[in-house]
């Protein structure tokens, strides 16, 4: 009537017949498994060959941001230069000369953490406008008072501290936007290109900025303050 606990085991063959199967089932998983995934990585490596680092360049957005971040650096970098020229012009003082380097970095110390934490609460685009607007006002204040004669060393190196303070403010949101200009898929050839656009512009903006301060101020003498 039925088996109790006192029945002998299984025979030692039927054991080793079912420990087989089921051996068998696992390697047949196993080699699915492996196989889904070696063509798995087939597919993503010949994606990844046949997607050229230009690819982010088709889309439009991008493309313009690009060519304005060059610009954008490249008048910054010719800037500085041109700042610390014009300070060699005020003073012969060594430590107001240094000065202009504090004033132009100082504010990324001061500012990078408020302007990560900006980019992620409020909205972009009225950042970018925003910061955008301030370096436009202290540019254009620099530009008045330079060519007028007035500049002083006290004035440019306020000025300096603002246009670099907005710098500071909007470079978190500026390179914050590109996920949301390319696929995800094309972020990390974005990525490169945007980097590639930095140097590109530190790289030739101190040389140019050098060539036009030697080219257009061989006749200049700032009023002393």
Do not use: C
């Amino acid at each position: 009537n039925g088996f109790s606990s006192s029945d002998p085991p299984a025979p030692g063959p039927i054991r080793l017949r079912v420990t087989l199967d089921l051996t068998s089932r696992q390697i047949s998983l196993l080699t699915r498994h492996a196989s889904d995934y070696v063509a798995g990585g087939m597919t993503e490596t010949s994606r990844d060959e046949s997607q050229s680092v230009w690819t982010p360049l088709r889309l439009p957005l991008f493309r313009n941001r690009l060519i304005a971040s060059i610009i954008s650096n490249t008048g910054s970098w010719m800037q500085d230069t041109a700042g610390t020229w014009l300070m060699t012009a005020l003073t012969s003082s060594p430590l107001l000369i240094a000065l202009m380097q504090t004033a132009a970095s100082l504010p990324v110390l001061l500012f990078g953490l408020p302007a990560g934490a900006t980019a992620d609460i409020l909205d972009r685009r009225r950042l970018l406008l925003f910061w955008a607007s301030w370096m436009l006002v202290a540019a254009i204040a620099l530009s008045i008072l330079t060519l007028s004669g007035m500049i002083g060393i006290g004035s440019l190196l306020l000025l300096t501290f603002l246009l670099s303070a907005g710098n500071a403010m909007n470079g978190p949101t500026w390179q914050a936007i590109v996920p949301e200009l390319v696929p995800r898929k094309e972020l990390p050839e974005a990525i490169a290109l945007n980097s590639a656009a930095f140097n590109i512009a530190r790289a030739v903006g101190p040389a140019a900025g050098g060539l036009i301060v030697a080219a257009v101020t061989l006749n200049y003498t700032p009023r002393p303050s």
